[in-house]
C-alpha cells in the first residue's frame, strides 16, 4: 500500500510570497498524483492532475510538478483567499486512492 | 454544469448500517465513475470506494469489507452502504465524480454520527 506524506504540516507566509508545498509517496508511482484545496466548511477542490495539469479554471499561479516519489505545490504569489489545507492524494486505480495528511497553509 | 448532493439520517446506531444517496444532476450515472470519500471531525481525507460505469466496483481494505457502492441508473444516483458502523465511522461523508483517478467533482458533505 501506497503512503502519502505531506511536508510541512503547517505554516504561515505573508500575501505575495511564494510557496512551496511537498508530498513524498513511499513508493514509485510515476506522475499519478492530484493536489486538492479544502477551505473551511468546503468540499476539497481539484488544483492538479497528473502532477501537473490544471483543470480548467484553477488560477495559473498554482503549479505542481514531480514524478516517480517526490511532487510539489507551488504557489507562485499567496492571496489571502489561499488559506486553506491542501491534500496530495494518489491517483492509480492498481492502489487504494490514498490520500496525504495535508499541509495548512495560514496566510498572515 | 455538475452537482452532487448526499442525502441521508444524520445519526446512525452503532452496529447499525449507515446508507446514504448522492443524487446527481448534469451528469448520467451511466457514463462516469463515481466515488465516496469521508472526513472524521477534524482530520483528512479517506476514500471509501468507488464504483465505474463498467459496473464495477473497488473498496478501501481498510473499510474490511464493510463497504458497498452502488447504482441505480434509472433515478440517476449511487449509493453507499457500511456496515456495522462504530464511532470511528463519524464523520462528514462526500459523494464525488471522478475525472480519471481523481474527483473533479464534489458535493457539499452529509455529517453522519454514529451513537446510541
Known amino acids: 500500500e501506497v503512503v502519502l506524506t505531506q511536508s510541512p504540516d503547517t505554516l504561515s507566509l505573508s500575501p505575495g510570497e511564494r510557496v512551496t508545498l511537498s508530498c513524498r509517496a513511499s513508493q514509485f508511482i510515476s506522475r499519478y498524483l492530484a493536489w486538492y484545496q479544502q477551505k473551511p466548511g468546503q468540499a476539497p477542490r481539484l488544483l492538479i492532475y497528473?502532477?501537473?495539469n490544471r483543470p480548467t479554471g484553477i488560477p495559473a499561479r498554482f503549479s505542481g510538478s514531480g514524478s516517480g516519489t517526490d511532487f510539489t505545490l507551488t504557489i507562485s504569489s499567496l492571496e489571502p483567499e489561499d488559506s486553506a489545507v491542501y491534500y496530495c492524494q494518489l491517483g492509480s486505480n492498481w492502489a487504494p486512492y490514498a490520500f496525504g495528511q495535508g499541509t495548512k497553509l495560514e496566510i498572515k | 454544469q455538475v452537482l452532487l448532493e448526499e442525502s441521508g439520517p444524520g445519526l446512525v446506531q452503532p452496529s447499525g448500517t449507515l446508507s446514504l444517496t448522492c443524487s446527481v444532476s448534469?451528469?448520467?450515472?451511466?457514463?462516469?465513475?463515481w466515488a465516496w470519500v469521508r472526513q472524521p471531525p477534524g482530520k483528512g481525507l479517506e476514500w471509501l470506494g468507488s464504483v465505474y460505469f463498467s459496473g464495477e466496483t473497488k473498496y478501501n481494505s481498510s473499510l474490511g469489507g464493510r463497504v458497498a457502492i452502488s447504482i441505480d441508473m434509472s433515478k440517476n444516483h449511487f449509493s453507499l452502504r457500511l456496515y456495522s458502523v462504530t464511532a470511528a465511522d463519524t464523520a462528514l461523508y462526500y459523494c464525488?465524480?471522478?475525472?480519471?483517478?481523481?474527483?473533479?467533482?464534489w458535493g457539499q458533505g452529509t455529517r453522519v454520527t454514529v451513537s446510541p
Open positions: 448534469g451528469a448520467s450515472t451511466t457514463t462516469y465513475d
Open positions: 464525488a465524480r471522478h475525472y480519471k483517478d481523481y474527483f473533479m467533482y
Open positions: 497528473d502532477a501537473s
